[in-house]
Nanobody, 124 residues
Framework: QVQLVESGGGSVQAGGSLRLSCAAS????????MGWFRQAPGKEREGVAV???????SYVDSVKGRFTISQDNAKNTLYLQMNSLKPEDTAMYYC??????????????????WGQGTQVTVSS
């Protein structure tokens, strides 16, 4: 059974930084495709960043230059370093994983595995 456990969320002031982690376990495919999504109250869940098996990455325009996605394959852990945080970054952040190379715009229902989420709150 695939499990994704996020951590690292919290409350920070605008301009601050946080690093989210997602520990993955239980998957049987050799290369998990992983990414970060977020959902603010009253809004649709949106893709924030994804990382592919060749190490390439993709980011939503609003976080480019501020967020960095990375993974430690030895630890089966995905990270999201978030710098220069803005109030509009406030959301529940979710880790996602599947066996295929989904993108930022992939509908939620097409990605098989999700973590429980970690809250990020940025105050002005």
């Amino acid at each position: 059974q695939v499990q994704l456990v996020e951590s690292g969320g919290g409350s920070v002031q605008a301009g601050g930084s946080l690093r989210l982690s997602c520990a993955a376990s239980g998957y049987t495919w050799s290369t998990p495709y992983m990414g970060w999504f977020r959902q603010a109250p009253g809004k649709e869940r949106e893709g924030v960043a994804v990382i592919y098996s060749d190490g390439s990455t993709s980011y939503v325009d609003s976080v480019k230059g501020r967020f960095t996605i990375s993974q430690d394959n030895a630890k089966n852990t995905l990270y999201l370093q978030m710098n220069s945080l803005k109030p509009e970054d406030t959301a529940m952040y979710y880790c996602a994983a599947d066996s295929w190379a989904y993108g930022l715009g992939t509908p939620r229902r097409l990605i098989a595995y999700w973590g429980q989420g970690t809250q990020v709150t940025v105050s002005s």
